[in-house]
């Protein structure tokens, strides 16, 4: 196993709202106890309607992206239309499941908007697949769930659970040692995926 592969442990979020989703994550990679990166990139933009974040080791989490944004844009030029949600989450479970003797050390929520609305989902290494409104991995998010089990409700709308997904990750990065340096977020509404400008998240904390 290469260093790649060792780098770990992060916070991240995802949260279902009405009128799409919501992901967060912070940017620090970790190897034991040295912060081997500091501006690590844990969203994913898997096509215009999808979006996932990764938790575990870096290598696998860059690979798995790579493996489902390609069989994502195969779908689409095959078929003439997106793939849905659930649709893809099924597939990375497909994938998960098949390697599950030589398994991607990797934890991921996957989420987007389609023709039924926003959906959000979570896979763990052996392919289960799991649909919730509200969902944190990775070392803090024991942290993490605190502010979410507080804060989060169904009737938030995206820029509101920007705000509660924001606060939820500061929280793990002021606990868990294995996160922090910085705050990235991305939503998936109707209009496509869209990563926030970084001053548009510090905003957020200024509230």
Avoid: W
Avoid at 28 to 41: E, F, P, Y
Avoid at 102 to 114: E, I, R, W
Avoid at 145 to 174: C, F, H, P, T, W
């Amino acid at each position: 196993m290469n260093d790649e592969n060792k780098l770990k442990g992060t916070t991240t979020v995802g949260l279902k709202c009405k009128d799409g989703v919501v992901f967060a994550t912070e940017r620090r990679a970790t190897m034991g106890n040295l912060i081997a990166h500091k501006a690590t990139d844990k969203i994913f933009k898997i096509d215009d309607h999808l979006g996932a974040t990764i938790a575990g080791g870096v290598g696998d989490a860059q690979s798995l992206m790579k493996y489902i944004s390609a069989e994502v844009a195969l779908y689409r030029l095959r078929n003439g239309a997106r793939i849905s949600v659930e649709s893809a989450a099924t597939l990375t479970a497909n994938i998960l499941h098949s390697s599950r003797f030589y398994p991607y050390y990797v934890q991921t929520l996957l989420g987007g908007v389609d023709d039924n609305g926003p959906s959000l989902f979570s896979l763990d290494p052996a392919g289960g697949v799991i649909g919730d409104d509200v969902i944190s991995t990775g070392s803090g998010s024991p942290v993490a769930y605190g502010v979410l089990e507080d804060r989060y409700n169904k009737d938030l709308d995206v820029e509101e659970g920007v705000e509660v997904a924001v606060r939820a990750i500061q929280s793990a990065m002021e606990r868990d040692a294995y996160s922090g340096n910085g705050i990235l977020v991305a939503t998936v509404t109707e209009e496509g995926f869209k990563m926030l400008p970084e001053e548009e998240v510090k905003s957020k904390l200024r509230k």
